[in-house]
T-cell receptor
């Protein structure tokens, strides 16, 4: 039981390149979330998926797209990376009660 | 709207010192309150929670009491250890708004 896994752990992109961050959970949870963490800003919600087949915008969705591929997987895509998207990205998944969100280890992204 | 304000860090303490990290919140209704901890290089883990006024959450020697009259949820520990060095996040979730709102985080550094 791995919980929430994320790939890659670290990535460097040039401005304008695209990439997809992968997240998977093996806890059979319905909901999955993508956050970004920036110094002095805490965690901000990018997108979330309340159930398979649904996605909704969070606080900071601009420049991102998501896909809830199946119940286990929720990917985050940057179509044209910008330096402002340099951040640490966390995927999380709660059971039915929202508060005990389980977080993945994070993906550190640097956009040059 | 809903928001969480935490004291800025870093908080620097010697081992066995008393810890307080302040957290205040703004929310309508009756939110649930949480403290999460992030150890270096890892994702966030739930440390403790309180779901109604005057509740005290506790875990691993840490405590926090939900004070509705002062809209606060301060984190305390009587005797910190070097292994407590981490970033601590206060967060809330409000009824009918099923998303966690995080504070900006407070870094704790404990020296031997």
């Amino acid at each position: 039981n791995a919980g929430v896994t994320q790939t890659p752990k670290f990535q460097v992109l040039k401005t304008g390149q695209s990439m997809t961050l992968q997240c998977a959970q093996d806890m059979n949870h319905n909901s999955m979330y993508w956050y970004r963490q920036d110094p002095g800003m805490g965690l901000r919600l990018i997108y979330y998926s309340a159930s398979e087949g649904t996605t909704d915008k969070g606080e900071v969705p601009n420049g991102y797209n998501v896909s809830r591929l199946n119940k286990r997987e929720f990917s985050l895509r940057l179509e044209s990376a910008a330096p402002s998207q340099t951040s640490v990205y966390f995927c999380a998944s709660p059971p039915g009660n929202l508060e005990t969100q389980y977080f993945g280890p994070g993906t550190r992204l640097l956009v040059l | 709207g809903n928001s969480v304000t935490q004291m800025e860090g870093p908080v620097t303490l010697s081992e066995e010192a008393f810890l307080t990290i302040n957290c205040t919140y703004t929310a309508t209704g009756y939110p649930s309150l949480f403290w999460y901890v992030q150890y270096p290089g890892e994702g966030l883990q739930l440390l403790l929670k309180a779901t109604k006024a005057d509740d005290k959450g506790s875990n691993k020697g840490f405590e926090a009491t939900y004070r509705k009259e002062t809209t606060s949820f301060h984190l305390e520990k009587g005797s910190v250890q070097v292994s407590d060095s981490a970033v601590y996040f206060c967060a809330l979730v409000n009824t009918g708004f099923q998303k966690l709102v995080f504070g900006t985080g407070t870094r704790l550094l404990v020296s031997p």
